[in-house]
T-cell receptor, first 117, second 116 residues
Framework: AQTVTQSQPEMSVQEAETVTLSCTYD???????LFWYKQPPSRQMILVIR??????QNATENRFSVNFQKAAKSFSLKISDSQLGDTAMYFC??????????????FGQGTRLTINP | DAGVTQSPTHLIKTRGQQVTLRCSPK?????VSWYQQALGQGPQFIFQ???????QRGNFPDRFSGHQFPNYSSELNVNALLLGDSALYLC???????????????FGSGTRLTVV
């Protein structure tokens, strides 16, 4: 079974700083998908960024980028020029590709990120 | 274009009672998954419905059951409620034939269930 571990329960940075959230995972699969989701107080899970394991290039979405180290099974999220609206819980998640049963997300425990003014 | 809609937003039930939570998927989506998120934890997969059938189930007892209707909406039923069932229940939808692109799921804002 796959597991996802986020070792930083809480993080806090000043507005405009850069912050990196860590995530490690365990799987025997060679192809899979990794995600970072943001959950603000509104409770809705919002997709931040995704990475396909067979792609070596790290995904980027505006101020958000990942450092994907497949051999180390590490998938960290970097937020540049952090903004007050980035304050939220962040979850790392793993998913098998289609064709290997129902596609379920396996989530980590989450990191509570606070951006201070 | 409506996103995923869940009802009710909050619910308080007594131990031993039964509860039904509802989910309307995003327009164009045909697959619905349910997740349980205990306070301070990451969501845990309960089950997924497609074509009105349960396709996969997580590590949850039979007290948790579901249904999907022809219009793709879904219900989550929990019988004989325990205090430990108190959690945020999230519904997520997707379009099955787009999963190969794997853009993840669209989530609702959840139903906060409190069992007293």
């Amino acid at each position: 079974a796959q597991t996802v571990t986020q070792s930083q329960p809480e993080m806090s940075v000043q507005e405009a700083e850069t912050v990196t959230l860590s995530c490690t995972y365990d799987t025997s699969e060679s192809n899979y998908y990794l995600f970072w989701y943001k959950q603000p107080p509104s409770r809705q899970m919002i997709l931040v960024i995704r990475q396909e394991a067979y792609k070596q290039q790290n995904a980027t979405e505006n101020r958000f980028s990942v450092n994907f180290q497949k051999a180390a099974k590490s998938f960290s999220l970097k937020i540049s020029d952090s903004q007050l609206g980035d304050t939220a819980m962040y979850f790392c998640a793993f998913m098998k590709p289609r064709g290997q049963g129902a596609q379920k997300l396996v989530f980590g425990q989450g990191t509570r990120l606070t951006i201070n003014p | 274009d409506a996103g995923v809609t869940q009802s009710p937003t909050h619910l308080i039930k007594t131990r031993g009672q039964q509860v039904t939570l509802r989910c309307s998927p995003k327009s164009g989506h045909d697959t619905v998954s349910w997740y349980q998120q205990a306070l301070g934890q990451g969501p845990q997969f309960i089950f997924q419905y497609y074509e009105e059938e349960e396709r996969q189930r997580g590590n949850f007892p039979d007290r948790f059951s579901g249904h999907q209707f022809p219009n793709y909406s879904s219900e989550l039923n929990v019988n004989a409620l325990l205090l430990g069932d108190s959690a945020l229940y999230l519904c997520a939808s997707s379009r099955r034939d787009s999963l190969s692109s794997n853009y993840g799921y669209t989530f609702g804002s959840g139903t906060r269930l409190t069992v007293v």
